[in-house]
Each structure stands twice: as C-alpha cells, then as structure tokens.
Nanobody, 124 residues
Framework: QVQLVESGGGLAQAGDSLTLSCVAS????????MGWFRQAPGKKRTFVAV????????YYEDSVKGRFAISRDNSKNTVYLQMNNVKPEDTAVYYC?????????????????WGQGAQVTVSA
C-alpha cells in the first residue's frame, strides 16, 4: 500500500532552520505532484507548498515565500521542505501529500495520499 512518512520535525527557536523529509513508497513517485500542508492547533489544515513531478516548478503560500523551499529527489522517492527563519506562527503539524494530477494546486481535499504528520514547534 501507499505510505508517506515524514521526518525531521522538532523544536526550534525563532530564526532557526529545519528540514522536513517525506519518503514515499507503494507508488510511482515521479507520477505525483507533492505538497506540504500544515495544521496548527485548533485550526484546519492549510497549504504550504507544492512541487511538480520533475521538480521544475513549485509555488508557495504567501506567508512562507522566501523562507521555505520545497524540493524532491525522484531517485530517492523523497520530497523535502527546507524551512528557514522559522517563526512561532509556523508551529504546526506538517503533512506531505501526493496527488496524481499534473497541474499544481493547493486544494487540500484533492490530494490522494497523506503522511501521518511531523510536529514542528517554534519558540520565540
């Protein structure tokens, strides 16, 4: 079966950098666009970033532009989220997701597969 497994979360201070990884199995990874989403306590899950199948295109939610970078290594079935200059408002559970569509999008409910999430906590 399809599995997405996130890692790399943890505690950070404002201004630090963190890198999240998500390893996929059970699917043809290069056929899926990959997204990162996050869910803060008491809030709904929201879009963070998405990357195209070949890694050539990506886009970001406005609050993370210039601070976060999404990338992928299709040879390792892995997508990354490099988080720089993190802020307390970045505190959330971060999820990776896979979607078979070609077009990049941020529609949460349209993604086919989800990981279990990785907690990121940023203190001031």
């Amino acid at each position: 079966q399809v599995q997405l497994v996130e890692s790399g979360g943890g505690l950070a201070q404002a201004g630090d950098s963190l890198t999240l990884s998500c390893v996929a199995s059970g699917l043809y990874f290069f056929n899926y666009i990959m997204g990162w989403f996050r869910q803060a306590p008491g809030k709904k899950r929201t879009f963070v970033a998405v990357i195209s199948r070949n890694g050539g295109s990506a886009y970001y939610e406005d609050s993370v532009k210039g601070r976060f970078a999404i990338s992928r290594d299709n040879s390792k079935n892995t997508v990354y989220l490099q988080m720089n200059n993190v802020k307390p408002e970045d505190t959330a559970v971060y999820y990776c997701a896979a979607d078979y569509r070609v077009t990049l999008h941020n529609t949460t409910d349209a993604y086919d597969y989800w990981g279990q999430g990785a907690q990121v906590t940023v203190s001031a």
